[in-house]
């Protein structure tokens, strides 16, 4: 392998995305075997091709990609989804190795989605025997540095051969799983997981029952990755980290309850902290500080803010790395062997650096969170006139029991429109930026006279009616006339096909006359016409999946393309209804709890409960680059990065109670592209600067807290200033320059410690 040694030197830098191509061969899948044809061709002609991932470092695929003669490819600007090329990881699960078929060199390796002997082979037609050795070097090369998470740049070649494959010695071993163990998390020897703890004769009772209560803890637990890193808990009377020293962090899976995997810290006297991972702890990585940073809800509602440092780039690699799979399994409840490489690859870059304070240096740019958490700048908070008012006249709680429960902004007239229990609010936006109560419609009931609390509102027609959703008839829509506050219609859209969510048939289509409007059930997509006879639902525009994929909402950008999220938190892009999306992309792991699309279609935002997932739809490269994911299928390797936008640990800190997201919204105008992004949890209104979040700033946000919970929050049609707001009993209007960088203050006026943290973690 010396030979190439010069040669790898050329094509193995950071910024070559690909290493070594072998340009002509066919790929096969073989089963052994089988009662099925043992030897599949799959492609008849392609290309072998080593690639790095751009978006984790160390990692590498083994690209192999079906090459069209020409004229084929005219015809597949008319298919809606192609399989153009099969992706693969690199690793040593692969069992990869070469040889001979037909005198002709091939490679082989399993299919890890397939039966246990089931294999794929690239037989390299026409290829001389150093560049099959080359090729061959290089994959042993991108092996070693998955593992490992380092350069192969001054190792020996002796440090490879643990990667050539060779068949098992013995002749009886024990049937291999579908998914070998180690595609999956590592998993440490059990003698790793003996918890640290004085010696006996220095014991006090008090540290032998700490010290019992670690080993009945740990004696459940198999240890997955154990390093030694500093710990910091955020001080809520000091704002700012305090170091409680060195500590050993683990992350450990249970082994009494499936999918189960606790973040623990110990020291010489025993575990000082044990949370289960869960959505909840809001984790963020800082590559830059070799640190996660995480929050943890106690027993009684508080939030309390850690965080592990690391002290070398391999150590917290490594802690990303199982972190990220134990979160995925958690939510998903299979092991991560089962998402495909390229799946993999998209949930992995979701961990990109977020610039952070150094929890030591205070010299760092504005968005420290010294700065953020600076008790100074509490005077001007209080002072800020806001633009809200609550109307006397307005009805107060006109039946018992009931609060707003949603609010939908008008794009005529400058109203808005607030459902409590089965009446609705109407609210002006007055000449001084604030809300007056207007009217009540009350009673909503359907047009044979039965009540019902609408579940979901849309306006429609330039505001002249509204579309309401009856929680137990999902089949039907309800048109309300809104001059006469009255439900008119009953529009049956199937009999079998429920109705789940809508959207307009465009954006901006409740200002036209624009009669239909989009659907999707829990699996379908479809066009809704209330004009035509029957049932509502076309026939021409249906789109139905067979597995059950839970969709949760549907939103469309100007043109009326559509996205659609799921409770999978996986999201579906289409240039139309009817037929299959251009992009699919893969899940997280929270649900999606709505989305929505800037006009143009370039960003999307999908609002998880604990974070908004940021997405640019532009494709960067490859054949279709520059258009959008609408209308063209993102190349395998190539799919967007998701942003996490999420609020800080330390700010969640102090606002304590659980994070929970409404959905969240850009503001919109005809004409005039977005810029921010506002949704709400418990009492906070909370917005982003569209253009800083472009240029990476994406804890740049800003936050107001009020008195009583945020039901729903959205900006006024045609304004990227006022915010209408619905609390729980009132509705009011705040300019977003009143919104402020979080600080103690306005995050806790008020504030006085009352930590609940105790030295016992269970």
Wanted: charged share 30%.
């Amino acid at each position: 392998m010396n030979i190439f040694r010069s040669l790898i030197g050329k094509v193995w830098h950071p910024n070559a995305a690909e290493v070594v191509k072998i340009s002509s061969g066919q790929l096969y899948l073989v089963r052994p075997g089988n009662i099925r044809t043992s030897r599949e061709c799959i492609y008849n002609d392609c290309m072998a091709t080593i690639r790095r991932l751009p978006s984790v470092e160390h990692n590498f695929q083994l690209v192999i990609t079906k090459v069209y003669e020409e004229g084929d490819q005219d015809l597949l600007e008319d298919e809606d989804e192609t399989d153009e090329e099969k992706v693969f990881l690199i690793s040593e699960e692969l069992e990869f190795r070469t040889g001979e078929t037909d005198g002709e060199p091939n490679f082989v390796w399993r299919d890890l989605h397939g039966d246990v002997d089931e294999f794929f082979e690239f037989v390299a037609t026409g290829t001389n025997a150093p560049t099959r050795a080359f090729f061959e070097t290089c994959m042993y090369r991108a092996m070693y540095e998955r593992k490992y998470k380092t350069s192969a740049d001054n190792i020996q070649d002796t440090t490879l051969e643990q990667f050539v494959w060779h068949p098992p010695a013995a002749p009886k071993v024990k049937p291999r799983r579908k998914v070998e163990k180690k595609a999956e998390i590592q998993r440490e020897t059990s003698s790793e997981a003996t918890p640290i703890v004085v010696d006996a004769e220095e014991e006090t009772p008090e540290q032998r029952s700490q010290a019992e209560a670690a080993d009945s803890f740990m004696s459940h637990m198999t240890v997955l990755f154990q390093e030694e890193a500093e710990l910091y808990l955020w001080d809520l009377d000091a704002a700012d980290f305090r170091n409680d020293g060195v500590v050993i962090a683990r992350i450990t899976e249970q082994t009494d309850a499936k999918y189960t995997y606790w973040l623990t810290a110990s020291n010489d006297k025993g575990i000082i902290l044990a949370h289960r991972i869960c959505s909840d702890m809001n984790q963020k990585f800082s590559h830059k500080m070799l640190s996660l940073t995480w929050n943890h809800l106690g027993d009684n509602g508080s939030q309390s803010s850690w965080l592990f440092r690391f002290a070398t780039p391999e150590d917290f690699g490594q802690l990303m790395q199982v972190f990220t799979q134990a979160m995925w399994q958690t939510l998903h409840q299979v092991p991560w062997g089962k998402a495909k490489p390229e799946e993999q690859s998209y949930v992995m870059s979701a961990n990109e650096d977020v610039e952070m304070k150094d929890v030591e240096d205070d010299d760092e740019d504005e968005e420290q969170v010294a700065l953020d958490l600076d008790p100074d700048e509490e005077a001007s908070d209080e002072s800020d006139g806001e633009e809200e008012a609550e109307d006397e006249d307005a009805p107060k709680d006109p039946i018992t029991g009931e609060r707003n429960s949603q609010l939908t902004v008008g794009y005529k007239g400058d109203r808005s429109y607030v459902v409590r229990g089965n009446n609705i609010g109407v609210f002006n936006h007055s000449n001084d930026h604030s809300v007056k109560y207007y009217a009540t419609i009350s009673n909503i009931a359907t047009p044979k006279g039965k009540g019902f609390k609408p579940t979901n509102v849309m306006l429609h027609d330039q505001d002249t009616k509204m579309i309401l959703q009856h929680p137990t008839d999902p089949n039907s829509l309800y048109s309300m006339d809104i001059e006469r506050g009255k439900v008119v219609e009953e529009w049956k859209v199937h009999d079998d096909i429920t109705v789940d969510h809508i959207a307009p048939d465009n954006k901006f289509a409740p200002t036209t006359r624009e009669q239909t409007l989009v659907g999707v059930s829990h699996n379908s997509l479809f066009r809704i016409d209330p004009r035509v006879a029957g049932n509502k639902l076309v026939d021409s525009q249906y789109k139905q999946y067979v597995s059950k994929n839970k969709f949760s909402g549907v939103t469309t950008t100007a043109s009326g393309k559509l996205a659609v999220a799921s409770e999978k938190g996986d999201i579906r892009l289409f240039d139309s209804i009817g037929k299959n999306a251009k992009t699919a992309l893969p899940p997280l792991g929270d649900p999606i709890l709505g989305i929505d699309v800037t006009a143009n279609g370039r960003y999307i935002v999908a609002t998880t409960q604990t974070y908004l997932i940021f997405i640019d739809t532009l494709i960067g490269e490859g054949r279709y680059a520059g258009q959008l994911g609408f209308d063209r299928s993102f190349p395998a390797t190539s799919k967007p990065r998701p942003i996490r936008l999420q609020l800080m640990a330390q700010h969640v800190a102090y606002m304590g109670n659980k994070i929970s997201f409404t959905p969240a919204r850009f503001n919109q105008k005809e004409g005039q592209d977005e810029n921010a992004i506002v949704t709400s949890t418990g009492q906070f209104v909370i917005a982003w600067d569209l253009a800083k979040v472009k240029k990476g700033k994406y804890e740049s946000y800003e936050i107001k807290k009020y008195e009583d919970h945020v039901v729903q929050d959205n900006f006024k049609f045609g304004d990227d200033k006022e915010i209408i707001v619905a609390l729980d009993n009132n509705v009011l209007a705040v300019n977003k320059k009143n919104l402020k960088r979080p600080t103690r203050h306005s995050l806790a006026p008020g504030f006085q410690s009352h930590s609940s943290i105790v030295n016992s973690p269970y």
